[in-house]
């Protein structure tokens, strides 16, 4: 290819009276071209002689100092093929889909698409990947202005939106990613979370921090209502929960202008990156923390990825800026406090969600500390049981020992109540097997399994059955009794696979409750 540089060369050798052959063979190019770059410049030259105007020589003198062109129309791709054309193509027919779908952030993006067709085994350049999607979508680039930013002052935040389907849940779920980015190292930081509400915004503050080992002399926030009262006038008053932060961790704190998504634009890319490298490839997970581990990975191959400007990685970057940090802080208790009426169901309704308490505390207030895991019941300074948050609206977590003493004045009641299909098949079971027709009987075995530990009762059931005997409640009462003391055959080697069922039994029916923990087990 013949250069600024050859062709000037090419010119200065001719006007040195060198022969075109010579000229040749001292830049390396054929005679062909070098006569023709020559008869340009005698054209140009001879223009320039008839020019008339100041403009008119400026013109000429411009275009025969102008770099070679050459006529690419008629080249053909090697490796833009049609088949590789066409694998873009797919893609870019996939996001339009997304779109018309609503999931416009789970676009592929250049990048992502250029990193598939590598894994695709797709021998090609990124710039041939952009310059093919510029073509077919026609979009003009987007400019940024670069900024410099001391180590550890500042760090930016802000809430993304992803729509997942989560195979635990049976349906699409939308859900918020948290993403904090330190502006000196580009570190980032993100989580996945049910909603945007105030137990999540402490959440991601004490898991950010506690992943830096250290906190950031500034935060920049938006307009959220999480993080801002109110926005009239030009100060805006931060919310109890931002205050909280900032007297616990030290650090200051900085909003955005109304509508301008710039004066964070460092976070703002790193939630459309992060959301794109965990979801865009699949948005299908079989539960909500396989859905988080994706998210974990994808933000940290990105901050272990080397960045061309600097030629390091985020990473790297960060244990320069570690030092500059605010001190490490024991991590800030991310429980909030709330008072609940109990209904005439026996349910207190805690964000969209119902849960329900012991039926004596009907028409009583409970307190109640949440985070963004689990809710903690309390009665008159009294600890009542633990619970895992529901994911969702309108859900409702029950636990059938919460109504022993209003199923003990309508054991009629037990078959269709919503407590008993809640519960673990293996208790279900029960019932329709062996209590089906005498319902007090049922309730009187709940009430077996508070006194006595399910994994008690579970044993009880799995010894009658083994000696063929009627699993009736004094039958459960006799073994109780008769195996009250530890004793060797409990744990002989002919009965460790029974004691073993039953754990697992015990493990399931506690996932079940979804309590986290036998909190309602003497």
């Known amino acids: 290819m013949l250069t600024l540089e050859k062709k000037d060369l090419l010119i200065r050798l001719y006007l040195k009276g060198l022969s075109y052959t010579a000229i040749a063979k001292e830049i390396g190019m054929t005679r062909q071209t070098v006569s023709k770059y020559v008869k340009a410049y005698e054209l140009n030259q001879q223009a320039l002689e008839r020019a008339t105007s100041t403009a008119e020589k400026e013109q000429i003198i411009i275009q025969s100092s102008a770099k070679p062109k050459y006529d690419a129309s008629r080249r053909q791709r090697i490796k833009l093929t049609p088949e590789v054309e066409s694998m873009i193509d797919s893609c ?83 859900f918020k990613i948290g993403v904090f980015d330190l502006k000196y190292s580009d570190k980032r930081f993100a989580y996945l979370y049910s909603h945007e509400n105030t137990e999540a915004f402490l959440d991601i503050h004490a898991r950010f921090f506690e992943e830096i080992k250290g906190v950031p002399h500034e935060i920049v926030y938006d307009n959220a209502r999480v993080q801002v009262k109110h926005l009239a006038g030009k100060e805006k008053q931060p919310t109890a929960v931002v205050e909280k932060l900032t007297n616990y961790y030290g650090y200051h704190v900085r909003f955005t202008n109304p509508y301008s998504g710039n004066e964070k634009g460092h976070v703002e890319r790193s939630v459309e990156l992060i959301r794109r490298k965990a979801f865009s490839s699949s948005h299908h997970f079989n539960t909500v923390a396989d859905a988080v581990t994706a998210l974990l990975e994808a933000t940290a191959r990105e901050n272990k990825k080397m960045k061309q400007r600097t030629q390091t990685s985020a990473d790297a970057q960060f244990l320069t800026e570690q030092s500059h940090l605010l001190p490490y802080r024991v991590p800030l208790d991310t429980y909030l406090t709330a008072v609940y009426k109990v209904n005439k169901y026996s ?176």
Request: hydrophobic share 35%.
């Open 92 to 174: 870019l027919d996939e996001n339009k889909k997304k779109i018309q779908q609503g999931k416009r952030k789970l676009i592929m993006k250049n990048t992502d698409i250029y990193e598939w067709l590598i894994s695709k085994q797709v021998d090609i350049s990124y710039r041939s990947v952009c310059v093919y999607v510029a073509k077919q979508m026609n979009h003009s680039k987007e400019a940024f202005i670069r900024q410099a930013y001391d180590p550890g002052q500042v760090a930016e935040f802000d809430w993304g939106d992803v729509t997942l389907f989560i195979e635990e849940l049976g349906a699409e779920r939308r």
């Open 347 to 522: 349910f207190i309704h805690v964000d969209t969600n119902f849960y329900s308490v012991p039926d004596y505390l009907v028409g009583k207030d409970v307190t109640v500390r949440k985070n963004i895991n689990h809710l903690k019941v309390y009665y008159d300074g009294r600890f009542l049981f633990k619970a895992k948050r529901l994911i969702g609206r309108h859900q409702y977590h029950l636990d059938i020992h919460h109504y022993l003493a209003t199923l003990k004045k309508k054991p009629g009641a037990v078959a269709h109540s919503l407590a008993l299909k809640q519960a673990t098949p293996w208790l279900q079971k029960i019932f329709q097997n062996h209590y089906n027709t005498n319902p007090r009987d049922f309730i009187y075995l709940l009430t077996l399994i508070r006194e006595y530990s399910l994994e008690r009762i579970q044993l009880a059931i799995e010894s009658l059955r083994q000696q063929n005997l009627p699993i009736q409640n004094d039958q459960i009462i006799h073994f109780l009794l008769t195996r009250e003391a530890p004793q060797s055959s409990l744990t002989a080697p002919e009965d460790k696979q029974v004691e073993e069922a039953c754990y697992n039994q015990l493990s399931e029916i506690s996932s079940i409750y979804q309590q986290g923990e036998l909190s309602w087990i003497n």
